[in-house]
C-alpha cells in the first residue's frame, strides 16, 4: 500500500476529494441524453463577452511564453475601477487560489478561523490545511449571524470568513451590519469577505467593501472572474487588500498563477458592462420567474441575491436531484453542501429555467401521488 510508504500528513486526514458538480458531459456518457442542461455550479449561462474571444487571439501568438508574474495590466485596471492602487490587488488563479494563499500565510498549527456553519466549503479545507481549526457558527434562516460570529472571536483566532452572497443559500447580510462588523473584528483578525457574486447584488444592498481596505488592514475582499464574467474555465478572481497583506501573499503565490489567457480576457471582459449589466438583468428575471412558482406551489426557499436559489423539500434533496438528471437537468443536491432535504439550482436561460421548472412540477407531482 502506498500509504505506508508515505504516511499521511496529519493536517490531511479530515480532506475529502472535492465532489464538484457533474459534468455535462459526464452525464451525457452515463444516461446516453442528448440535450442536458448544468445549472449546478452557478456559472453563467449566457457564456462571456463575445469580445474575450478576440483578445484570446492576440494572447495565442504568445504561447510560448511565460506570462506576467502579478498581472499588472489587470492590476492596473482593477484599480482604476474601483478607486485603489495596483498595489491593493492580487491577481489569483481563480479567488480559490487566494483563499488558499491567506490560509498558508495566516494560520498556523492550532489557530481558529471563524466561518458560517453552511458557507462555501474551500474555507475549511484551506484551514485544516494548514493545521487550523474551523470554527462554524450556524447560519440563522440561511443569513450569516455576524453577531455570533463576532462573539466567537477569541485569542486564536485568526480569521473570519464572511461569504455575501452566501454560497450557498444565496442570503446577504444587511449592509449596516457588516459595515459595523468591519469596524469591530480586531485589527490581528484576517476579516475576508468573498463576493463573488458581487455584481449579481442590486446596489441598495451593496455595501462597497473595496472602499474600507484603506481604513482596515486586515480586510480582504474577493471578486472573481468566474461567475457573472463567465470566465469560469479560464481560473481567474483577485483580492483587494492593504498592500502589506499583499507583500506576504505574494511569498507563496506560485509565480505565474493566472496565465496570458485569462489575465487579457478580465481584461477584456471589464470593459463590456453592458454584458454584465444584461446577465445582471436576465438573472433577475429568472431568479423572479423561479421565485413566483414556488410561491405558487408552496415551496420555500432562501430569499437570493446570486445566481442560484436553494430550494427547501420535504424529502432528500440528493433523490430529487436524481430524478432532476433523468430528465437532462444536473443541480446540485443539498447533503454535499451540508443541507439535507434541499436542492441549489443555478439560475439558467429563460428556456432553461422553464425547462427545470417543468421537470421539477412533474417530480412534486409524482411525490404527492405516492403519498396519497
Ligand atoms: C464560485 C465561488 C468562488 C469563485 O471561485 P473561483 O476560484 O474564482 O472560480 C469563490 N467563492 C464563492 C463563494 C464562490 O461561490
New binding site residues.
Partial sequence: MVTHLFPLKKELERLREYKAGKPIEEVKRELGLETIIKLAS?ENPFGCSPKVQEALQEAFIQLAKYPETTAPELSLRLSQKWGLTPEHFVIGN????IIRLMAKCFIQQGDEAIMADGT?PRYETCVYMEGGKPVKIPLIQGVHDLEAMQNAINSKTRMVFI?NPN?PTGTIVSKQRLQTFIEHVPKNVLLVI?E??YEYMDDEVKLDTHRFVEKYPNLVV?R?F??IYGL?SL?I?YGIMNPQIRSILLKVKDPFNSNRFAQKAALCALEDWQFVESCKQKNQEGLTFLQNEFDRMGISYFSSHANFLMILLHESGTSVAEKLVRDGIIVRAGEVLGFPNTIRVTIGTESENHRFMDAFKQIMKGANEDEN
Fill in positions: 452557478n481563480g479567488s480559490d487560489e462555501f461569504c454560497n468573498d463573488a457574486y474577493l472573481t468566474s461567475k469560469a481560473r478572481g
